[in-house]
């Protein structure tokens, strides 16, 4: 979610109410800065109004490993994901880390969802579980 686009959270919460559509439930994507926080704090709100259920946060972006020594760094700045928590009763479901490999992957025609063994496929994979658990058919 590109920082600033509450506006979208706003018009799909309003479009509930106008046409009466369905929906089980949304998912809140943020990132660490700042400004993000914010703008998932207002959609989080918009999304309370329109009394649509919310399973839950995921943290793009959230930290960095380094391929060469393994160190996890948090190159955006510290999370703000606890101040996020502190506003809202939503829990967080996963960090998704940033990762070269999904650049790198998606330019060779290779999803890193397919390296099962990658800790940015276990992030994935796990928000997949909770949106078919979630989720009516």
């Not at 606890?82 to 880390?97: M, N, Y």
Request: hydrophobic residues 40%; contains cysteine; aromatic residues 8%.
């Amino acid at each position: 979610r590109p920082p600033r686009s509450t506006p979208l959270y706003s018009s799909a919460a309003s479009d509930v109410y106008k046409r009466q559509v369905h929906i089980d439930g949304v998912f809140v994507v943020t990132t660490p800065e700042q400004v993000a926080v914010v703008d998932a704090i207002k959609a989080i709100r918009q999304f309370e109004k329109a009394k649509i259920p919310i399973f839950g946060l995921i943290e793009n972006k959230a930290y960095y490993i380094c391929p060469c020594c393994g160190n996890r760094d948090e190159i955006f700045g510290q999370s703000g994901i606890e101040k996020l928590q502190k506003e809202v009763d939503v829990p967080l479901l996963t960090q998704i880390p940033i990762s070269k490999d999904i650049i790198t992957g998606s330019d060779q025609g290779i999803p890193i969802a397919t390296r099962v063994d990658h800790i940015v496929t276990k992030s994935f994979k796990e928000v997949a579980e909770i949106v078919c658990s979630r989720l009516v058919f």
